[in-house]
């Protein structure tokens, strides 16, 4: 039997997804796993060691050999690990915009798509998975498929606030251009770009609050069977 996540969120950066998928795993008892979070960590690596998009070879090699393991605790205690490479916790370098372009290219990578699509299903056993093919290709039999979506401008607007909680000196507009960047890639690219998954549940959150996006998950959830 394949495996099968029990629910995938997927959606363009800044839609929500991340916050309202750790809520919804809380939810339901299920563990959270956030697909992000393996591009961005193989990213990381790939510009210590100089390797960009066109190393073709190289970034496929990368993705193959490096283990990457992430948390996938719904709510994992502040400061946590999340990703760890290598044995070497990295969290801290994972969410720079200004390495948007490299995180998408790689992304696109056929060979890279390949090699991240096993861990992806072994983690994602069972839990709330959230990403950008994570209903159409990682797990394409979930029960419950969700897409976020928000305008560009709330999208922006949500990345930035969430990246100042981290760093109080990043700049709203270079946040914006990176989430722009990564957008047109995302959508652009032959192999499983950012669409909305055939039977989803389109959820747009503009002028929602993440309560009112996690009762609308719920209920969906529940029109499947899961959450009681
Ligand atoms: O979800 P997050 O914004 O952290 O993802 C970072 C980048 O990783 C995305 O912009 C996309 O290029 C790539 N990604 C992907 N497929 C996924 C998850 C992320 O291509 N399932």
């Not at 916050?19 to 992000?36: M, N």
């Not at 760890?84 to 200004?98: C, F, K, S, Y």
């Not at 992304?107 to 390949?114: E, K, M, Q, T, Y």
Request: aromatic residues 2%; hydrophobic residues 45%; proline residues 6%.
């Amino acid at each position: 039997m394949t495996a099968t996540a029990a629910v995938t969120i997927d959606g363009p950066a800044g839609a929500g997804k991340t916050t309202v998928g750790r809520q919804l795993a809380a939810a339901l008892g299920r563990p959270l796993l956030d697909t992000g979070l393996l591009y961005r960590a193989l990213a990381v690596i790939a510009r210590r060691r100089g390797v960009g998009p066109q190393d073709r070879d190289a970034a496929a090699h990368l993705a193959r050999t490096l283990a990457i393991t992430v948390a996938t605790e719904a709510h994992p205690a502040p400061g946590a690990a999340l990703v760890r490479v290598d044995g070497e916790d990295i969290t801290w370098a994972l969410w720079d915009e200004d390495q948007a372009e490299r995180l998408s290219g790689l992304a696109a990578l056929p060979a890279v798509r390949a090699a991240l699509l096993e861990p992806q299903r072994r983690l994602g056993e069972g839990a709330v998975v959230v990403g950008r093919d994570a209903g159409s290709v990682v797990f394409p039999d979930a029960p419950c498929k969700l897409y976020l979506d928000a305008s560009p401008e709330v999208r922006a607007a949500r990345r930035a606030a969430e990246l100042r909680g981290r760093d109080a000196a990043t700049d709203p507009a270079r946040v914006g251009r990176g989430v722009q960047v990564r957008d047109r890639l995302d959508r652009s690219r032959a192999l499983a770009p950012l669409a909305v998954p055939a039977g989803a549940h389109v959820i747009a959150t503009d002028g929602l609050t993440v309560g009112e996006v996690l009762a609308a998950a719920l209920a969906a959830c529940r029109a499947h069977g899961l959450g009681g």
